[in-house]
C-alpha cells in the first residue's frame, strides 16, 4: 500500500518561521517545501502541487495579497492559510475574498497552527472567516 504524506508549502520572508514550521510540520507527518518570498513560493507550488500553502501577508517584493492573486489567476486550486500580526483584519478580508481558506495570527501557537492544518489539509472549514 502507498501512502502519500500531504503537501505543505510555507512562504515566509522570515528563515527563523521557515525552520520552525518546516522541523514541526515534518515531525507531524508532512512533507513541507519552503519559499522566502511569493515569487520563488509561485514557483514552488508549480512544482510541488501542495494541498495546502502557509503564507504570510507582509513579505518584501510581492506580499501575500499579491502572491494569492497570482495563484488565483494561474487557477491553481491550492487552500491557502495567510499568516498575520494583529491590526491587518482588511487585509485578512481582501485574503478571504481572493479565495484563502483561512488564516492565523503571529505569534502563533503551534498546537492550534497544527490542527488549523488538519482541518484545511481534511477539508473542514470555517464558516465565514469574514471579520467586521
Same mark, same amino acid.
Given at each position: 500500500?502507498?501512502?502519500?504524506?500531504?503537501?505543505?508549502?510555507?512562504?515566509?520572508?522570515?528563515?527563523?518561521?521557515?525552520?520552525?514550521?518546516?522541523?514541526?510540520?515534518?515531525?507531524?507527518?508532512?512533507?513541507?517545501?519552503?519559499?522566502?518570498?511569493?515569487? =520563488?513560493? $509561485?514557483? !514552488?507550488?508549480? @512544482?510541488?502541487?501542495?494541498?495546502?500553502? &502557509?503564507?504570510?501577508?507582509?513579505?518584501? #517584493?510581492?506580499?501575500?495579497?499579491?502572491?494569492?492573486?497570482?495563484?488565483?489567476?494561474?487557477?491553481?486550486?491550492?487552500?491557502?492559510?495567510?499568516?498575520?500580526?494583529?491590526?491587518?483584519?482588511?487585509?485578512?478580508?481582501?485574503?478571504?475574498?481572493?479565495?484563502?481558506? =483561512?488564516? $492565523?495570527? !503571529?505569534?502563533? @501557537?503551534?498546537?492550534?497552527?497544527?490542527? &488549523?492544518?488538519?482541518?484545511?489539509?481534511? #477539508?473542514?472549514?470555517?464558516?465565514?472567516?469574514?471579520?467586521?
Amino acid at each position: 500500500m502507498i501512502t502519500t504524506k500531504p503537501v505543505v508549502l510555507v512562504i515566509d520572508d522570515q528563515p527563523g518561521i521557515r525552520r520552525l514550521l518546516m522541523e514541526v510540520l515534518s515531525e507531524e507527518g508532512y512533507s513541507v517545501f519552503e519559499a522566502a518570498n511569493g515569487y =520563488d513560493g $509561485i514557483q !514552488k507550488a508549480k @512544482d510541488t502541487h501542495p494541498g495546502l500553502i &502557509l503564507m504570510d501577508m507582509k513579505m518584501p #517584493g510581492m506580499d501575500g495579497i499579491e502572491t494569492l492573486r497570482e495563484l488565483r489567476r494561474l487557477e491553481m486550486g491550492e487552500k491557502v492559510v495567510m499568516m498575520t500580526a494583529y491590526g491587518e483584519l482588511d487585509l485578512v478580508n481582501e485574503a478571504k475574498e481572493l479565495g484563502a481558506v =483561512d488564516y $492565523i495570527t !503571529k505569534p502563533f @501557537d503551534i498546537v492550534s497552527l497544527c490542527q &488549523l492544518i488538519q482541518r484545511n489539509i481534511t #477539508g473542514t472549514k470555517l464558516s465565514d472567516l469574514l471579520i467586521s
